[in-house]
């Protein structure tokens, strides 16, 4: 009846979905089952809240191993493959790197019903440590991701021996302003998403309006699901996962981290969610990143802050050696 349901509602809407793209994206199922990740991916299977998860992950070891283990955690319009770039010099310097795809992303399990929160997935992240045998590593976030590493590291301090934050979202609290948007409303907005407004928003605040084919395939990849008939499940996972990160900040806490901290942060970038829900004066405060970096790292204990100067929210794709540099002499020494 789930099922039934979504598909019920994507016909509704599918008037939404532009054509535009349709011929030269190809459609993804929702698991991405045949969308090539850059290493082999693995699958840790679960069960919780009442039924059976999939957690994909890629587990690359390096050929001269150095002892330590990165975890790569992903953002909230991205799954794990668009670490490859990062994965690769890690492993190179001899580090074991691990990239899941969280519960409701990449090739993971999205679920008809699931009450998100960033314990659920930290929890889970554990388990597949765990099922590893990992028992230290050093934890990397972006945006999204990084929520979830703070989240991470405040629940697992005796597992994460370092902490890496790149233009993390979530260094302010924004319901203090900002209205509260319905799951519904989130669900209804995913549905009418294209290609075109997916690599329009990209443009806008990823890349400072300067577009370069290599951005394609990651606009591409969040479109390719656009025209499945799985796309209302997706959606739907998606307006859950929006809920989350809204209603449930990490800002508070950000003292409490112990781990040594690197604050990498794009000073382009100007994320912050439901923004355009607000009033202009207000609007204009919000998703400061040189200023939310600077007051991260003051009232995280043990951080360092590194400001990338016209750089936005993705800086290992937009500029790969300034942000692969500070993290490589981070995690070395």
Known sequence: ?????????????????????????????????????????????????????????????????????????????????????????????????????QIGFGKSSKPAHLQYSFQFLAQNTKALLDTLDIHKAAILGHSMGGMLAVRFALMYPDITTKLILENPIGLEDWKVVVPYQSVDKWYHSELKQTYDK?????????????????????????????????????????ALTYDMIFTQPVYYELPNIQAPTLLIIGQRDRTALGKANVAPDIRKTLGNYPELGKDAAKRIPHATLIPIEDVGHLPHIEAYTKFITPLLDFLLH
């Open 1 to 101: 009846m789930k099922r039934t349901f979504f598909f019920l509602l994507l016909a509704f809407y599918s008037f939404h979905l532009s054509p535009l793209h349709a011929q030269t994206i190809a459609t993804q199922d929702i698991m991405l089952s045949s969308y090539k990740y850059p290493y082999p991916v693995q699958y840790f299977k679960f069960q919780a809240q009442g039924q059976p998860l999939t957690m994909a992950y890629m587990d690359i070891q390096p050929t001269r191993p150095n002892g330590q283990t990165v975890v790569l955690l992903h953002g909230k319009n991205f799954c794990g493959a668009y670490w490859d770039s990062t994965a690769a010099s890690l492993t190179n310097n001899g580090f074991r790197v691990i990239i899941p795809d």
């Open 198 to 238: 997916i690599k329009q928003y990209q443009l806008d605040n990823y890349y400072a309006g300067q577009w370069k084919p290599e951005y394609d395939k990651w606009a591409s990849l969040q479109a390719s699901w656009i025209h499945s008939p799985d796309y209302a499940q997706v959606a739907w996972n998606a």
